[in-house]
């Protein structure tokens, strides 16, 4: 065997120790650890035929307590942004006549509503949450909130704007959420993942 | 039925869209670094890409739908209905981006679909 040089680059704040690399069948198993930064697959590698490493991280999740003390808010947000949709267009609808030639001042109607415009900013500070809340932790530790949230919007619904929810509703809503945690429970990639880096042998 | 129309529009251009998207920024690339100049730029050439916009349109529809659907319904029960975009996702993901969907996920659509008849059932 011919000694070789394979290049893994990484970020530049972050810091790699104990690397350490292994030929397995016709892939190279590198693991190292990272002790600052975050590294994100694909990495960028030379020296080998596809010039790309893919893999993911083990060991513990980062940014714990951030993101425990983060999830009741998004898991609250995302429902009060449509609770105050319904609220403010509730308010539009009984003003308007829903005519094709009614159109701007339906429009005008409904962006000024306060109710529309603050479910919008709910709405969008959660999308902004969500998204950096990705960057950190895990796509399961995240994705339940938003099974939660179908419970979390039809309970506001209930205490807020006093609608009428038929105990079938509540069963259907409980199995919907069943639904949705099978789902995000399932790897959120399909088309590759490892637990450790791997890439092909030049 | 007007109500079932918004909500059919809801689900299907509301997936529809981010389906677009999500092949839109496939053309891209994969996003490594999350700085903000970054992720501009990354947007940016995303922007070029006639799929995003198509995205984009369909998911602004979706949003107008799903305005006039909270104007006539409750909110309780529009917003659990709209979890069948689950089911219209796994569908798209793997008839359109050629994804494989597990066995697991096509049980947990089958339960959402479930849960999605039975609030459909218990409508006023």
Redesign the interface.
């Known amino acids: 065997m011919t000694p070789g040089r394979l290049e893994i680059l990484l970020?530049s704040e972050a810091i790699a120790r104990d690397a350490f690399v292994e030929a397995r069948g016709g892939l190279y198993i590198v693991s190292f650890s990272i002790s600052r930064g975050t590294i994100?697959f694909?990495l960028e590698a030379q020296g080998t035929k596809k010039g790309g490493i893919t893999g993911g991280m083990s060991g513990p999740p980062k940014h714990l307590l951030r993101t425990y003390l983060l999830f009741p808010v998004i898991v609250i947000l995302g429902?009060l942004g449509?609770?105050l949709?319904?609220k403010g267009?509730?308010e539009?609808?009984a003003s308007v006549k829903?005519a094709p030639t009614d159109l701007w001042p339906i429009l005008i109607r409904?962006f000024t509503s306060g109710y529309?415009l603050s479910g919008i900013a709910s709405l969008v500070t959660f999308y902004f949450i969500y998204m950096l809340m990705l960057?950190w932790a895990d796509y399961s530790y995240v994705q339940p909130a938003s099974a939660l949230?179908?419970a979390v919007?039809?309970l506001?619904?209930?205490l807020w704007?006093g609608?009428?929810?038929?105990p079938?509703?509540w069963?259907?809503?409980?199995?919907?959420?069943?639904?949705?945690?099978?789902?995000v429970?399932?790897?959120h990639r399909?088309?590759h993942g490892a637990n450790l880096a791997e890439t092909e042998k030049a | 039925m007007r109500e079932f129309l918004l909500l059919i529009a809801i689900v299907v251009l509301g997936t529809g869209g981010e389906l677009c998207m999500t092949r839109g920024m496939r053309t891209i690339g994969?996003v490594?670094?999350?700085r903000p100049a970054r992720l501009a730029r990354f947007l940016g050439r995303a922007m070029l890409t006639g799929w995003m916009w198509l995205g984009l349109g369909m998911m602004t529809a979706a949003f107008f739908a799903?305005?006039?659907t909270?104007?006539?319904e409750?909110?309780?029960?529009?917003?659990?209905v709209t979890?069948l975009n689950?089911a219209v996702g796994?569908g798209g993901a793997s008839l359109i981006l050629g994804?494989?969907?597990?066995k697991?996920?096509w049980?947990?659509?089958?339960?959402?679909?479930?849960?999605?008849?039975?609030?459909?059932?218990?409508r006023?």
């Open positions: 970020p994100r694909p429902p449509n609770v949709l319904s267009m509730k539009v609808g829903w409904i529309v960057t949230s179908y919007v039809s506001l619904g209930y704007l609608e009428v929810v038929p079938l509703r069963v259907g809503i409980g199995i919907i959420c069943a639904g949705v945690l099978v789902i429970g399932t790897p399909t088309t | 994969e490594s670094e999350f799903l305005l006039a909270l104007s006539i409750n909110v309780s029960f529009v917003v659990p979890a689950y796994a994804e494989r969907v597990s697991r996920r049980i947990g659509v089958l339960v959402v679909c479930l849960g999605v008849s039975v609030v459909w059932l218990s006023r």
